[in-house]
């Protein structure tokens, strides 16, 4: 059908939405579903099936969808993953699922991560999704599970699933990790999140808000003192990355975090009818070219910047953006700054931010990633005119739990050492997720959460 | 949610709450704060806890009220009221130990803060002298409870209304030029008089701390706002502070970036600008 391509995805026109914060896709109707369901081969031995982190039955949940059962469908879906209306919409299906499709080939790939999307969002809007499960008969332990991140969302609904006494810990004031104070709201409703984690609390889990593992609690009085059998820890890839530039400190620099978490979480974008304010200038560099870059691009558009420049010292092949990402960016009339390497922030006399200097490259050998790697080209120097700077460049751990628990076993980088199960170095701790791996994907977190949840039940049952 | 047990007005627009959080009474270390939401509009708040008492539970805060959120709080909720979020304990505990004579330096409401360190410092054996200003007589704050765990109190104001007329950096100055034996300063104010206070022992050679006030947002290290350079070094306030060594905090960077929403509100925990020690 169609000539081998899929139907495209609704949107709202790019010169609307990027003057608001709505929801950028507007999700396939359900002709368009049903349609794009049905080009679906459902091949005997799916290649889609084994490139998805939590092995979501694929061809079945599809096959559902082709027959209009799409309360099936959605169960289908439940059975492997927590959030399906999260990862329809965050999940980078080019390299999964979708990147294995045997359509792909001649054509474009089932739209999977569509179908995913508009059979989470058509649940939740008639009402059947999140119905009680049958419950597990109980089990009489206690898991403790540290971030409410994607990673521990999935961990903590797998054990609550198994009938163990399932507590997750949150330090910010609302759950969900990077899905609240990261992802913005025209690419990640917070209400959808919101929604979905309502599904974990019904499924027993118990949500405590406020509170800092490492400083409310540590590991070690979470197991000794509150009654934990297992603790899992999820905290994700909180602590931002700086360039260690001249300028990093002036007023009008932000780490992509913190202008994502004041804009996503805060709520900044509603100034001043909610307190926290947000900085945006008339002229923007976004210094990086991965997803969060590309959301901090598109939020300070959204936020009136005239200018929003994407800055990023090697081409466009090499951004580590979703390509659609970079699409959507590009509509929105995001401009692109390739092949330049910031070298330092200007300021004026007031401390504020007046220009960003760079240096133009040139992309040389190849280097140990396989990528050319980009040289500065000799007397290039400028200065971009810009009067703020996004820093998103990356993050790493945060220390808070390494530092409180002295006998937990962390590599070079500050990450947590975990075997591929899970387990560290202190039994009956588990980690997953962005905290061992390193800045990853929402999808890849929640396939570490899920394997750690089976290791973490049968270490229990072996006690 | 953590319920109001006490309120009381104790200087113009500083108000002084005890506060019921178990949580954070149960760990919290002198030096360490918390974040406050207030409601679900609110900003997230850092305050110092300037008191706390593991038997009841509770913690004291002392607000002034200077930015939205802090005027809200102070003026909107009373004894019996649930703030929204309370959390912490969040940052490093102070460095304790026995170090001989500490002169402990309170500015303003920078006195709350200094309090618990300085009663830990007492308990441990050290000699602890106080010198607490303010703009006048009037701002002064919690002078009885700094005399029972001090061995000598020095108040100044700038007016001469209370104390003597000049600033905290006076009477320090003299001890350090009297040849007096100080091992350790610590001081917790406004971003000036910390500067000022840092200027004043740096050619003593004496060590002296800081406690900072930055801007914050998550306050676990994730946002970076409170960044600081510190050393040469870009320093977390959260999760590397709040207190560092003050000859090696870049003040005048603090200072700019304490400016970074003067527009959009005002800051916490600072005078607000009003007082007379930033002429100095």
């Known amino acids: 059908m169609r000539g081998g391509m899929r139907n495209p995805m609704p949107e709202q026109p790019a010169n609307v939405r990027n003057k608001n914060f709505e929801e950028v896709a507007l999700g396939y109707t359900k002709e368009m579903a049903v349609d794009e369901a049905q080009r679906c081969l459902n091949c005997p031995k799916p290649r889609c099936v084994g490139s998805c982190p939590v092995n979501i039955e694929i061809p079945k949940f599809i096959h559902e969808v082709a027959q209009e059962n799409f309360a099936e469908a959605y169960k289908i879906l439940k059975r492997k ?24 080939i001649k054509g474009e790939p089932v739209a999977i991560g569509r179908l995913e999307r508009f059979v989470a969002d058509y649940a939740r809007e008639h009402g059947y999704d999140n119905e009680a499960e049958a419950p597990a008969e109980r089990k009489d332990k206690k898991v403790a599970i540290v971030g409410s991140g994607p990673s521990g969302l999935t961990c903590a609904g797998d054990l609550a699933k198994m009938g163990y006494d399932v507590t997750m810990y949150e ?3 609302a759950a969900g990790g990077v899905l609240m104070y990261g992802i913005p709201q025209f690419r990640l409703p917070k209400e959808i999140v919101q929604h979905e984690i309502s599904g974990l609390k019904k499924l027993g889990v118990n949500i405590v808000v406020n509170a800092v593992i490492g400083r409310t609690f ?31 400190n002036l007023n009008g620099v932000y780490s992509a975090n913190e202008f994502l978490t004041r804009v996503n979480l805060m709520k900044a974008y509603q100034f001043p009818n909610v307190a926290t304010p947000v900085y945006v200038g008339k002229s923007a560099a976004i210094v990086g070219a991965g997803n969060v870059a590309m959301d901090a691009a598109r939020t300070a558009k959204r936020l009136g910047a005239e200018h929003v420049y994407i800055v990023y010292r090697r081409s ?19 401009e692109l700054r390739l092949l330049n390497n910031p070298t330092a922030i200007i300021g004026n006399e007031k401390g504020w931010v007046s220009g960003l200097q760079c240096v133009k490259m040139e992309l040389g050998e190849a280097d140990a990633s396989g ?48 075997d591929e199960f899970g387990a560290t170095s202190i039994p009956g ?35 | 949610m953590a319920k109001i047990i006490t309120k009381e007005l104790i200087a113009p627009a500083v108000y002084e709450m005890v506060v019921d959080a178990p949580l954070v009474a149960h760990k919290c270390q002198p030096g360490q704060f918390v974040i406050v939401r207030t409601d679900e509009f609110s900003e997230r708040v850092p305050l110092t806890i300037a008191d706390f008492n593991r038997g ?59 309090y618990p360190i300085a009663r830990a410092y007492h308990e441990l ?43 905290v950096t006076d009477p320090l100055r003299e001890m350090l030029e009297a040849g007096e034996k100080i091992d350790l300063v610590l001081a917790i104010g406004p971003v000036i008089m910390m500067k000022n206070v840092a200027a004043v022992t740096k050619p003593f050679g004496v060590k002296t701390t800081a406690s900072l006030n930055t801007i914050m947002v998550d306050g676990t290290g994730m946002c970076g706002g409170c960044r600081v350079m510190v050393g040469g070094e870009n320093k977390f306030a959260c999760v590397d502070g709040p207190e560092f060594d003050a000859h090696q905090v870049d003040f005048a960077n603090l200072v700019m970036r304490q400016q970074m929403y003067k527009n959009q509100e005002s800051l916490e925990y600072s005078c607000g600008g009003h007082c007379k020690c930033v002429e100095e």
């Open chain 1, 429 to 463: 701790v588990f980690a997953g997720g962005d905290i061992v791996t390193g800045a990853a994907t929402v999808i890849s977190a929640m396939g570490a959460g899920k394997k750690a949840a089976a290791a973490i039940d049968e270490y229990l049952q072996g006690k």
């Open chain 2, 125 to 167: 054996g050290n000699k602890v002298i106080s010198i607490i200003g303010a703009r006048d007589k009037d701002l002064i704050i919690w002078q009885e409870k700094m005399a029972v765990i001090s061995d000598e109190v020095i108040i100044t104001t700038d007016n001469g209304s209370a104390g003597r007329k000049g600033f």
């Open chain 1, 371 to 418: 990528r050319r790697s980009p040289v500065a080209i000799a007397g290039s120097e400028y200065v971009l005119d810009v009067d703020m700077v996004v820093m998103a460049i990356g993050q790493g751990p945060n220390p808070l739990i390494k530092d409180t628990t002295p006998d937990l076993e962390v590599n070079k980088r500050g990450n947590i050492v975990a």
């Open chain 1, 81 to 104: 993953s927590a959030l399906p209306a999260v990862c329809g919409r965050v999940c980078p299906q080019e390299n999964q699922c979708e990147g294995k499709c045997i359509l792909g």
């Open chain 1, 316 to 334: 466009e092949e090499e951004m580590p953006a979703r390509k659609e990402e970079i699409g959507h960016a590009k509509e929105e009339g995001i």
């Open chain 2, 56 to 114: 009841t539970g509770c913690i004291t805060l002392i607000i002034q009220a200077v930015g939205n959120t802090t005027r809200h709080l102070c003026e909107s909720f009373n004894v019996g009221d649930d703030i929204l979020d309370v959390v912490g304990p969040l940052g490093r505990p102070s460095e304790m130990g026995k170090f001989g004579t500490v002169v402990v330096v309170g500015g303003g409401i920078g006195v709350a803060p200094v």
């Open chain 1, 218 to 248: 540590t590991i070690k009085e979470l197991m000794e003192e509150e009654g934990f059998s297992a603790v899992y820890v999820g905290t994700g890839a909180g602590l931002p990355h700086f360039m260690h530039i001249d300028g990093e």
């Open chain 1, 171 to 173: 330090a910010l004031h």
